[in-house]
């Protein structure tokens, strides 16, 4: 029997567009469809009551996520997401605003207390400054940590690395010091190929020869008549290995029976004495017996 529920599997983005993007109003700043999902971008300023719209007229009860984007080329160079779901409807939506390194964001955490968590992260990874958030600390990286990793400019290898130093018995924090420059892929399809000439490559487009080269005479390359009378000589030839004698060496002395050597001292006694009978321990059985 099939179990009907007033809540639908999904919801239809069709139409939502215009629906979400007239609520918010003086906020929207650009509303589209990417990937089958829908995607607000509104001001900065006005992100805390664009939110809120979303949570109390539609719906949009939880805040899944915040990310964090950057694109150094832009004045504004970095994009904070929000990721928002709705239970009632089964449909996600993102909401995203642009910032600058010194422009901060207005904090979320007066409408979802997870933001807290959730603008940390963005803080520590990529430098974005939330506004209200009365805890703005780094939650990824270590104490002392100099940066944030996730920019576009910073180095793969980071300015210190972290190793336990056995003469200090701590952890110790050391400038990057690499041994060679790391290797630059350019990520391009192996079937494609690359625009340059790729280290091994050189006589790929080498163009063939026109006459092979070949020997004046034969003796330059060793052969002839006086080279192949000589063909099946043994190169080993009047080496000791290879001389036979003609006489059969003596076989060694044995080593197992040697008469001369003295009788072993200690209470060792002879095999064959020890594993007969004792005429003894006959008689006494009988007399056993005989009782």
């Known amino acids: 029997m099939a179990v ?19 609520a918010l109003g003086a906020h929207l700043v650009e509303a589209h469809e990417e990937h089958g999902e829908l995607l607000f971008t509104v001001k900065r300023d006005s992100i805390e009551d664009a939110l809120r719209i979303l949570r109390d007229d539609h719906g949009y009860q939880q805040l899944m996520e915040i990310a964090g984007v950057d694109y150094p080329s832009r004045p504004e160079r970095f994009e904070v997401v929000y990721m928002l779901l709705s239970l009632t409807t089964n449909n996600r939506i993102m909401v ?5 390194e010194d422009t901060p964001v207005p904090t979320v955490t007066t409408l979802w207390p997870n933001a807290g968590w959730l603008e940390r992260e963005v803080f520590d990874m990529y430098g974005v400054l939330f506004a209200g958030n009365t805890d703005l600390r780094r939650i990824l990286t270590d104490y002392g940590f100099e940066g944030h990793p996730f920019r576009k400019d910073f180095p ?5 690395e972290l190793r336990y130093s ?6 110790v924090y050391e400038p990057v010091a690499l041994a060679q420059d790391l290797r630059q892929f350019d990520f391009m399809s192996p079937w494609e190929g690359a625009d340059y000439v790729l280290p091994g490559d050189e006589k790929a487009d080498t163009p063939p020869v026109d006459e092979p080269k070949t020997t004046e005479k034969a003796g330059d390359t060793g ?24 006489e059969d060496a003596p076989a060694p002395e044995p080593t197992e029976d ?20 004792d005429p003894s321990d006959d008689d006494a059985d009988a007399a056993k017996d005989a009782k």
Not at 96 to 100: D, F, Q, T, V
Not at 156 to 160: A, D, N, P, V, W
Not at 166 to 171: F, H, S, T, W, Y
Not at 225 to 241: C, F, L, R, Y
């Open 258 to 277: 040697q008469p001369a050597r003295p009788e072993r001292e200690g209470k060792t006694t002879d095999t064959a004495a020890a594993t007969e009978p």
């Open 156 to 160: 793969l290898t980071g300015y210190h």
């Open 166 to 171: 056995e003469d200090e018995k701590r952890v």
């Open 96 to 100: 995203k605003c642009s910032a600058s």
């Open 4 to 22: 009907l529920h007033s809540a639908p599997r999904f919801t239809l983005i069709d139409g939502l567009r215009d629906v979400l993007g007239k």
């Open 223 to 246: 052969a002839g008549k006086k080279t192949d009378e000589h063909a099946a000589d043994k190169v080993s030839a009047g080496a000791p290995a290879e001389e036979d004698s003609g």
